[in-house]
């Protein structure tokens, strides 16, 4: 995605910029089920994605043997909440021009996934119908 703070020439005699692209100490790649957010006091746009799953139990009781080993579950005794868990998992703060500049590149990947899978699915039917013959 082009920075939209970034001049296309930074100098007036420069003909080309490199970027250099690292990774920060808290890098990491997160699963995103959904997005939450809206305007800050500055007019910025917040986002923060969320991962969603059932939850994890809170406690387990398990029964010990008279060998001391650990045998099944209690189901009864299992404690945990009832819902669905939001894991809130980063917030995302952008100003305006960096939101339509994400957005146009959301929409250009959107559309080359939407292509690959449209050519995924035509390459199987055109095999399923191969198969028929």
């Given at each position: 995605?082009?920075?939209?703070?970034?001049?296309?020439?930074?100098?007036?005699?420069?003909?080309?910029?490199?970027?250099f692209y690292q990774k920060g100490s808290l890098f990491r790649?997160?699963?995103?089920?959904?997005a939450i957010g809206g305007l800050t006091p500055s007019l910025d746009l917040f986002v923060s994605v969320y991962n969603q799953r059932a939850p994890i139990p809170q406690v387990t009781v398990q029964e010990i043997s008279e060998?001391?080993?650990?045998?099944?579950e209690i189901l009864a005794d299992r404690q945990t909440k009832e819902g669905i868990?939001?894991?809130?998992?980063?917030?995302?703060?952008?100003?305006?021009?960096?939101?339509?500049?994400?957005?146009?590149?959301?929409?250009?990947k959107i559309?080359?996934?939407?292509?690959?899978?449209?050519?995924?699915?035509?390459?199987a039917q055109q095999k399923a119908e191969r198969k028929i013959q």
């Open positions: 995605m082009p920075d939209p703070t970034t001049p296309a020439n930074p100098t007036p005699t420069a003909q080309k910029v490199k970027f790649i997160v699963h995103v089920d959904g060998e001391g080993v650990l045998g099944d868990v939001r894991e809130v998992e980063v917030g995302l703060i952008m100003n305006l021009q960096t939101a339509k500049v994400f957005h146009q590149w959301l929409t250009d559309g080359l996934a939407e292509k690959a899978q449209q050519q995924i699915s035509a390459e």
